[in-house]
T-cell receptor, first 115, second 114 residues
Framework: NAGVTQTPKFQVLKTGQSMTLQCAQD?????MYWYRQDPGMGLRLIYY???????DKGEVPNGYNVSRLNKREFSLRLESAAPSQTSVYFC??????????????FGPGTRLLVL | AQSVTQLDSHVSVSEGTPVLLRCNYS??????LFWYVQHPNKGLQLLLK??????LVKGINGFEAEFKKSETSFHLTKPSAHMSDAAEYFC????????????FGAGTRLAVHP
């Protein structure tokens, strides 16, 4: 039981390049999330997926796209990377229960540097 | 709207002394509250969670937190710090909305000295 896994662990991009961050969970969770972490700001939600086949914008979605490939996998794509997207990206998952606030389980993160 | 404020960005203690990490929250309804820990270059790990049951919540590694509605606080404590407790700690409040929204504090970096 690996929990939430993310690839790659590190990535360096040039401005304008594209890339996809991968996330997978093996806990049979319905909901998945992408966050970014910047110094002094905690984590901010980029996109989330409440169930397979649905995605919605979070707090800071500009410059990103997501795909919920199946129940296990949720990818984050940067179409044209910018230096402002230098950050640490975390994927998380949780069960979905109407009206309840469920614990989110986090992956180890992807450190992205955009030059 | 919900918000969370961690009152100290850095806390430094000696090994074996008590730890207090302070967190105040704002919520228009009865929230769920969490503390997560992040060790260097690692992901976030849940320490404990409050969901309107007992106001004193016990977590992993000897940590506990007390929910005080009158003070809108959810401070994290540990009686005796260990070197392995050095990490960043995030206080988190559940948000309103149709999904499992979490609102993170800015974090408190705990340093533990020998």
């Amino acid at each position: 039981n690996a929990g939430v896994t993310q690839t790659p662990k590190f990535q360096v991009l040039k401005t304008g390049q594209s890339m996809t961050l991968q996330c997978a969970q093996d806990m049979n969770h319905n909901s998945m999330y992408w966050y970014r972490q910047d110094p002094g700001m905690g984590l901010r939600l980029i996109y989330y997926s409440a169930s397979e086949g649905t995605t919605d914008k979070g707090e800071v979605p500009n410059g990103y796209n997501v795909s919920r490939l199946n129940k296990r996998e949720f990818s984050l794509r940067l179409e044209s990377a910018a230096p402002s997207q230098t950050s640490v990206y975390f994927c998380a998952s949780s069960i979905t229960r109407q009206g309840a606030r469920e614990t989110q389980y986090f992956g180890p993160g992807t450190r992205l540097l955009v030059l | 709207a919900q918000s969370v404020t961690q009152l100290d960005s850095h806390v430094s203690v000696s090994e074996g002394t008590p730890v207090l990490l302070r967190c105040n929250y704002s919520s228009s309804y009865s929230p769920s509250l969490f503390w997560y820990v992040q060790h260097p270059n690692k992901g976030l790990q849940l320490l404990l969670k409050y969901t309107s049951a007992a106001t004193l919540v016990k977590g992993i590694n000897g940590f506990e937190a007390e929910f005080k509605k009158s003070e809108t606080s959810f401070h994290l404590t540990k009686p005796s710090a260990h070197m392995s407790d050095a990490a960043e700690y995030f206080c988190v409040v559940s948000g309103s909305g149709g999904y499992n929204k979490l609102i993170f504090g800015a974090g408190t970096r705990l340093a533990v000295h020998p």
